[in-house]
């Protein structure tokens, strides 16, 4: 499965940014989806994740009540709004999708997913 992530940029401190994720050639349905980053010099870290269904959502503390992860199945897309935008949020944005996930610990982990996009970068000034 190939991940196409887009709406990355640049913005300013306390602004917003939407970023897509949609898979080429492939349903999305089946599939958990998640978000990570990475910024230069450190670790890629979770940023937010969705169930196959869409009707449960797990983020990293950093981003909780700024961020927000949703999916439209029937638009085969998952989207990562990102509100109040902070210059540490500066990193690459990747998408990743996860067939079967055995516990819930593995939405926080990069190694549990199965497909990963490109990157899209996010630049925050001050």
């Known amino acids: 499965v190939q991940l196409v992530e887009s709406g990355g940029g640049l913005v300013q401190a306390g602004g917003s940014l939407r970023l897509s994720c949609a898979p080429s050639g492939r349903t999305f349905s089946g599939y958990a989806v998640g978000w990570f980053r990475q910024a230069p010099g450190k670790e890629r870290e979770f940023v937010a994740a969705?169930?196959?269904?869409?009707?449960?959502?797990y983020y990293a503390d950093s981003v909780k009540g700024r961020f927000t992860i949703s999916r439209d199945n029937a638009k085969n897309t998952v989207y990562l709004q990102m509100n109040s935008l902070k210059p540490e949020d500066t990193a690459v944005y990747y998408c990743a999708a996860l067939q079967g996930a055995r516990y819930m610990s593995s939405y926080y982990s990069s190694s549990a997913y199965d497909y990963w996009g490109q990157g899209t970068q996010v630049t925050v000034s001050s």
């Open positions: 969705t169930i196959k269904s869409g009707s449960s959502s």
